[in-house]
């Protein structure tokens, strides 16, 4: 109150504060601290790489942009994460292509069940796609500073599935809310069991499940693998990353300065390419060493799988609300690199 | 979906488990057997040691002699066991450069599993096998056996440290973990209660979200540090370093450090890892403003 009054009679020293304020204000445009949560668990190569590009951004930005990061899901799920980014709680994420879905149906594209069948095809779609998504995400006021491999998921059992037919009577997980594994599997005759990724590992030990999929480094780091005994080696789906920060957010940081978070982060990205290839191979040379057995379906059996994907994939595309053309354009470009390869 | 961020795990940061987990039992007087009491005194003053330069200076000439009784011995049980402990230890405690850490970390490795092999054929035989048939064996040891299955369960977890960029290391872990649960079955005081402390650091690598129990890890530090009656600093650095940063508990994490600090670190066996264990201290509360 003594203040208020003070000032009334101050015009001067209003002005004064205002000006105060304003100098703040333009301060706070000009160092920024980005907050940015993620699922992926301190120690991983994710975290390791976006750890590196921050405090390199750091250095190169003179400490005006600082990214503070929030690992292992302490900020919630991705629904909580990405409220938290509109109320301006928290600026970004490191999402999954599949949780920015929610924002973007057609982040999780490349997660399509059974369109590729190597590395080398997602590389040849990515350096012609990967720029519609990141339009796609500008859109909806998502700023994407990298999209990064996070490798091929396959299906592990207690028992070898080798044919589509071995499928039937398993206890198969789907991840919670994964309208894409459960077209497929429905596809295929099956009623997939839909848990969280946390109950998972008690799932397999009580029996409720004997059948999921995941990534070759997720199979080993949840220790899965303790209780199935074989993996079927087709690639199931494709998994990406994305690193994401609200638009709004991004634009307050100087225009010199955006452009060394996209550059850095962009880079961090590309390597995180390799070093999760790498990961990924190492893990499942692992899984190899530790006795899980890896069933290879002979070409009739694997072009079964893919007929039942594809049979299923009108499905898959209306309940996961790709954009059909999109996903033709994909398709088109697999298409393409395999008759480059004849 | 699937997991693509959890599975990027490439390293599984185990701390390096530091000198008295190693050394603090059984050691001197296995030593003894072979080199007398001036091995038996020399081993009470190193884990009584408060300068750790000391140690790391004098440690070698110490390995170097092990190496020589083993040679001289190579099925003598109690002193591969002792060359095991000793290797693992110094390779965790006291050396940086990543390529030396690891052929120590081996060494100390292959004294273990060879320690074990003499008195325990059938677990010898399934070691590299799959999880289900090497857990089948873990009741193979008995109340008798403690020592030597808790040496070769941390030789093994100093291996897996110093290989934590290699997903074939990794992926052992667990077998880690249900050697550490077979001591605590049969011996939970044991060593200062340490099994619970690897115990900890185990369980809580992985937050809730992928299946992560970090509470069952909270009530293995606390447990391990009733056994220690509080005597053991290292505790409460890793309880901070791990349960506390993967809840993201900074005012529990700053507070456990800080009463390390805060501590007296002559405790019998236990003062060099507590000198040790301030020195982490700081530099985990020097880190946490960036961090949380």
Not at chain 1, 29 to 56: F, H, N, Y
Not at chain 1, 91 to 120: I, K, N, R
Not at chain 1, 192 to 200: G, M, T
Not at chain 1, 307 to 315: D, N, T
Request: charged share 20%.
């Amino acid at each position: 109150m003594i203040f208020s009054s003070r000032m009334r009679g101050n015009p001067g020293l209003i002005l004064t504060i205002c000006a105060a304020l304003l100098l703040t204000l333009s301060a706070a445009v000009d160092a920024i601290t980005l907050k940015v949560a993620t699922l992926a668990p301190e120690g991983t190569s994710w975290m390791k790489q976006m750890r590196k590009g921050a405090s390199e951004i750091s250095e190169k930005t003179d400490g005006r942009v600082k990214i503070k990061f929030y690992p292992g899901g302490v900020m919630g799920n991705t629904s909580t994460v990405l409220q938290k980014m509109r109320v301006g709680q928290l600026q970004g994420g490191a999402f999954t292509g599949a949780s920015l879905s929610q924002v973007y149906p057609d982040a999780q594209l490349y997660s399509l069940p059974m369109v590729f069948h190597s590395h080398e095809e997602v590389a040849y779609v990515r350096q012609r796609m990967d720029d519609t998504l990141i339009k796609g995400l500008a859109d909806k006021g998502m700023v994407v500073l990298g999209i990064s491999d996070g490798g091929f998921a396959y299906i592990m059992c207690k028992k070898p599935l080798r044919r589509l037919g071995d499928l039937k009577g398993q206890k198969v997980w789907m991840p919670e809310g994964d309208v894409l594994t459960e077209a497929m599997f429905e596809s295929a005759g099956v009623s997939p069991i839909p848990l969280p990724v946390a109950d998972v590992y008690t799932g397999l030990q009580t029996g409720l499940l004997d059948t999921v999929a995941g990534v070759p480094t997720g199979i080993v780091a949840f220790q899965w693998y303790t209780s199935v005994t074989h993996l079927t080696d087709v690639p199931l789906m494709f998994l990406s990353g994305m690193f994401a920060v609200d638009s709004k957010a991004f634009k307050r940081i100087k225009p010199g300065d955006q452009k060394i978070v996209r550059k850095v982060m962009g880079r961090i990205f590309k390597d995180l390419d390799a070093v999760n290839r790498a990961d990924n191979e190492s893990a499942r040379s692992a899984l190899q060493s530790q006795g899980i057995e890896f069933v290879h379906p002979n070409r009739a059996e694997r072009d079964n799988w893919e007929s039942i994907a594809k049979q299923g994939r009108e499905r898959m595309v209306s309940r996961a609300k790709y954009t059909p053309a999109l996903v033709d354009r994909m398709l088109g470009y697999i298409r393409e690199y395999r008759t480059q390869q004849q | 979906m699937y997991l693509q961020h959890a599975s990027a795990i490439t390293r599984i940061t185990l701390i390096p488990l530091l000198l008295a987990l190693a050394l603090a039992s059984g050691c001197s007087s296995m030593v003894a057997r072979a080199t007398g009491n001036l091995s038996d005194s020399l081993s009470r003053a190193v884990l009584n040691q408060n300068d750790p330069e000391t140690v790391r200076q004098g440690a070698p000439t110490f390995l170097l002699m092990l190496d020589g009784f083993i040679n001289d011995d190579p099925d003598n049980q109690a002193l591969l066991l002792s060359g095991s402990r000793l290797y693992g230890a110094y390779a965790s405690a006291f050396v940086d450069n990543e390529e030396r850490q690891r052929r120590l970390a081996n060494k100390a490795f292959h004294y273990g599993r060879r320690a074990v092999c003499v008195s325990h054929n059938d677990f010898c035989a399934v070691i590299d096998k799959p999880f289900v048939t090497f857990k089948e064996h873990v009741t193979d040891f008995n109340t008798g056996d403690v020592p030597l299955l808790f040496g070769f369960a941390s030789a093994w977890a100093t291996w897996i440290q110093a290989n934590s960029d290699d997903w074939n290391a990794t992926i052992q872990l667990p077998k880690v973990a249900a050697l550490m649960d077979r001591v605590i079955e049969l011996d939970e005081t044991y060593n200062h209660g340490n099994a619970h402390l690897y115990m900890g650091v185990l369980t809580t690598q992985l937050p809730p979200e992928y299946g992560g129990k970090p509470e069952v890890g909270r009530q293995h530090f606390e447990r391990a540090n009733e056994l220690s009656a509080g005597h053991n600093l290292m505790v409460n650095v890793l309880f901070a370093k791990y349960y506390a940063r993967l809840v993201f508990n900074q005012e529990l994490h700053d507070k456990l450090l800080n009463e390390v600090l805060a501590s007296n670190t002559e405790a019998p066996e236990l003062t060099l890892s507590n000198v040790l264990a301030q020195q982490q201290a700081r530099e985990l509360l020097e880190d946490s403003h960036d961090f949380f």
